[in-house]
């Protein structure tokens, strides 16, 4: 039996996914097969009902299942093929990608593959919370699911452990359920998740944020009857005479995501140990040839529209991959200086100089930095600055390098970036 064979397949049919099959459609490319193991496309947008999506890719404000619809509507309009209910089960640097569907086994010879599995919530195992394995313990995104999805209640009074942006936004869609939220507990002195959605969910509603908090006892042997939490030193570790008792029969987790990575590693994809996600270089190529990745994937964004950009540039990227056969010229080291956690790319193609394309940083500060300044330096010598109002881990921020600033330099040997108070 003759394999299957595609130019693009693209694992993951949500934003990233969508996105990164509609723009090698553009572009030209018509063999391309997106593969979702679920039932419906979309991703997690499909139960994200609140609004706020949108507003840079599409210019306008959406809920999550609307900005779904439109990337959806307009891969049907494409005919792009799409195979749902299609579980990957193994993928090789060769390419040769397994799936399982109802039509049984199959190995499909793929040229190029973009990675576009996005994330997973990290568990209750994960942070290693005391107490008894009792019910009323959800993560946020499992809440999100069961309230939006479903219709269901998961209970009366809740505490949510986390500050991520799916624990502040399910506080405020539990209020409106009629579940009283009796606070946020969050575990660093600065809050993971956007700044307008603590004014939005929390301040909105009078819902308390204790920050250098963590829960140190789950209550209740059949359902969660409370938690006791303590303030923590600068080491995390609980202080001794903090010890609060708030009642309650629910825990929302929202402890953090994890990149979609099992399948990376099968084709030993080199990962990230910071973000869990592949090592990339500025065309989004991994290390394994004609191997691309984009959206939470690679590393998790705050804001979906940065998702669909990314899997955009992937698309371009595997394109050009298509019709050059190797996009691997050289790669030039991007370095951390001070007050930076991680940037994407890790490195940078040495062809950048006559390219078209703005190159664009994305990095995230490792605390919370006010009235700070981010400089970028190539090869040790300062070439653009930007001032921020301020600067915190919860948002990602993307500083641009345009090609005349690029052209502009003799060499690119190193490109460093920084933050200096």
């Known amino acids: 039996m003759n394999m299957r064979k595609v130019d693009i397949l693209i694992i993951g049919c949500g934003p990233a996914g969508l996105s990164a099959g509609i723009e090698a459609y553009k572009q030209g490319v018509k063999n391309i097969l997106i593969i979702e193991r679920n039932k419906i496309l979309g991703g997690i947008l499909n139960q994200c009902i609140h609004n ?27 005919d792009i093929p799409i195979a749902l209910e299609t579980m990957v089960l193994n993928l090789t ?16 010879e793929a040229k190029t593959v973009i990675l576009a599995m996005g994330c997973r919530e990290r568990p209750r195992g994960a942070i290693n919370i005391p107490g008894e394995r009792c019910a009323g313990v959800f993560s946020a995104g499992t809440a ?17 452990l986390g500050s991520g942006d799916i624990g502040l936004i399910m506080a405020r869609r539990l209020t409106f359920e009629g579940t009283k939220v009796k606070c946020v507990v969050e575990l660093m002195p600065y809050s993971s998740g956007l700044k307008r959605n ?73 990962l ?23 959206g939470n994937v690679l590393h998790v964004h705050d804001l979906v529209d940065n998702v669909s950009l990314e899997g955009e540039q992937a698309a371009r990227s595997a394109v050009k991959y298509l019709k050059t056969n190797s996009l691997k010229k050289g790669e030039i080291p991007v370095t951390l200086k001070e007050g930076v956690r991680y940037i994407i790319p890790h490195t ?22 006010a009235k700070s300044t981010v400089n970028v330096y190539i090869n040790g010598h300062k070439v653009k600055s930007k001032k921020y109002r301020i600067i915190t881990p919860g948002e990602m921020e993307i500083f641009k390098l345009t090609p005349d600033l690029l052209k502009e330099q003799d060499t690119i040997k190193t490109i460093e970036i920084g933050i200096e108070v």
Do not use: W
């Not at 999506?53 to 306008?60: I, P, T, V």
């Not at 999100?144 to 949510?160: D, P, R, S």
């Not at 990230?272 to 984009?294: K, M, Q, W």
């Open 348 to 369: 940078v193609c040495d062809d950048i100089k006559s390219s078209d394309e703005t190159l664009e940083l994305k990095f995230r500060s490792d605390n919370v930095y």
């Open 198 to 270: 603590i004014v939005q969910c929390l301040d909105d509603f009078g819902i308390p944020l204790k920050y250098n908090s963590t829960i140190i006892d789950i209550v209740g042997k059949d359902r969660v009857e409370g938690v006791y939490i303590a303030k923590v030193d600068e080491s995390k570790i609980p202080i001794i005479g903090t010890e609060e008792f708030i009642s309650c029969d629910t825990i929302l987790l929202s402890v953090g995501l994890l990149p979609e990575n099992e399948l990376s590693k099968t084709a030993d994809v080199e």
């Open 272 to 294: 990230f140990s910071l973000t869990g996600g592949p090592i990339v270089n500025s065309n989004l190529h991994t290390n394994i040839d004609g191997i691309f990745a984009c």
């Open 144 to 160: 999100q699911e069961m309230v939006n999805l479903k219709g269901l209640k998961v209970g009366k009074e809740a505490v949510i």
């Open 52 to 78: 706020g999506f949108g507003l840079h890719y599409f210019k306008e404000e959406l809920t999550g299942p609307e900005y779904a619809d439109k990337l959806i509507k307009e891969a049907r309009v494409l």
């Open 93 to 108: 640097k060769d390419k040769i990608v397994t799936v399982l569907s109802e039509n049984g086994i199959e190995d499909i």
